[in-house]
């Protein structure tokens, strides 16, 4: 794909995905324009004063809640991935309603907007937790995924398609337990909900050069699933801080003990690649399918969930994910 004439934007874009995004477009791809999406003004200052500048490169103001604005910034556009979101999941807890503009009606306006500026192309990012959701942010996420898969049949005659991608645990993101490890260490005590949880793990410049593939050979409909490894709570715990105490405190209301990437019932339509699995629409989707023909089908039963993962970090090949990391929190 020739990325030189493509004007590209991302919601949420002052996020951890959404700046390490940036970063690799503009080092790596040159694309005509970026455009920096966010609600948020004083984040966007921050994106100039660390360097985020370019003649390609554009601030726009607005929240996904807001529709016109949307299709404003939508004008031009030929991809938008959409990282915009609530993800704390104590805080969606606490505001639903708020979970819900943002999650699920903002969604849907970023489908709107973009069926009406003609965008080619649209990527959603979700997440493990909007499999067999347990809490309200997984389950916005899952209406989210549906609207985006759903909505490739509003395209019509348009070239618009749209498409999400799935993944685990972003290490070091805003919501990453990471950092809370770093400052918990400093006391010598460092807290975890269970000793028995497990969860999938995925940097964030594999995250992000996932979703730069998944744009690039998306055909609208699918949900792409990356094959990342597992790792056990409690070994990211002695793997940042070797010599605290831990404390089990017990699960937090809506924390699951095992995240899934891919359920059993979601199998039948799933493909598998070498190193990604390929969520198929429903059949009643026009697009979508192409990747039988790449890949194989994987067993009615199979389930990706990060207990049974087959690919495991130990305890030193965290602490070569999360090295980056302890260097900031020391500064």
Not at 104 to 129: E, F, P, Y
Not at 157 to 174: A, D, H, M
Not at 211 to 224: A, P, Q, S
């Amino acid at each position: 794909m020739n990325w030189n004439d493509k004007v590209i934007l991302v919601t949420g874009g002052t996020g951890s995905f959404g700046k390490k995004f940036i970063e690799i477009m503009l080092k790596e791809f040159h694309p005509a324009k970026l455009i920096v999406y966010s609600r948020d003004e004083q984040k966007q200052h921050e994106m100039r004063q660390m360097g985020f500048q370019s003649e390609n490169l554009r601030y726009f103001i607005g929240d996904i809640r807001d529709q016109e604005r949307l299709r404003r910034a939508f004008q031009g556009v030929d991809y938008v991935v959409h990282a915009a979101a609530l993800k704390q999941v104590p805080a969606c807890e606490y505001n639903p309603m708020e979970a819900v503009k943002t999650n699920i009606l903002g969604s849907s306006n970023v489908i709107d907007a973009a069926l009406d500026a003609n965008v080619k192309r649209v990527i959603a990012l979700s997440t493990d937790k909007a499999v067999n959701p347990i809490n309200l942010y997984g389950a916005t996420k899952l209406a989210a995924e549906k609207l985006f898969v759903q909505s490739n049949a509003y395209a019509g005659g348009r070239e618009t398609r749209f498409s999400c991608v799935r993944y685990g645990n972003v290490v070091g993101s805003r919501g990453s337990v990471v950092p809370v490890f770093l400052r918990q260490r400093k006391s010598g005590s460092i807290t975890i909900t269970d000793d028995r949880m497990t969860r999938f793990w995925i940097s964030l410049e594999q995250g992000v050069r996932f979703v730069i593939r998944c744009l690039e050979e998306m055909h609208g409909g699918e949900v792409f699933v990356p094959k990342i490894p597992s790792m056990k709570v409690i070994d990211l715990a002695r793997a940042v801080a070797p010599e605290a105490k831990i404390d089990i405190v017990g699960i937090r209301p809506g924390e699951k003990l095992h995240e899934v990437l891919i359920s059993e019932d979601e199998a039948r339509t799933v493909i598998e690649l070498e190193d990604m699995y390929v969520v198929q629409p429903a059949a009643a989707l026009w697009f979508g399918h192409e990747w039988e023909n790449l890949g194989k089908k994987i067993d009615d039963d199979f389930r990706y969930v990060s207990n049974t993962n087959t690919d495991w970090l130990d305890v030193d090949e965290i602490q070569e994910f999360i090295t980056p990391f302890e260097t900031t929190a020391d500064k």
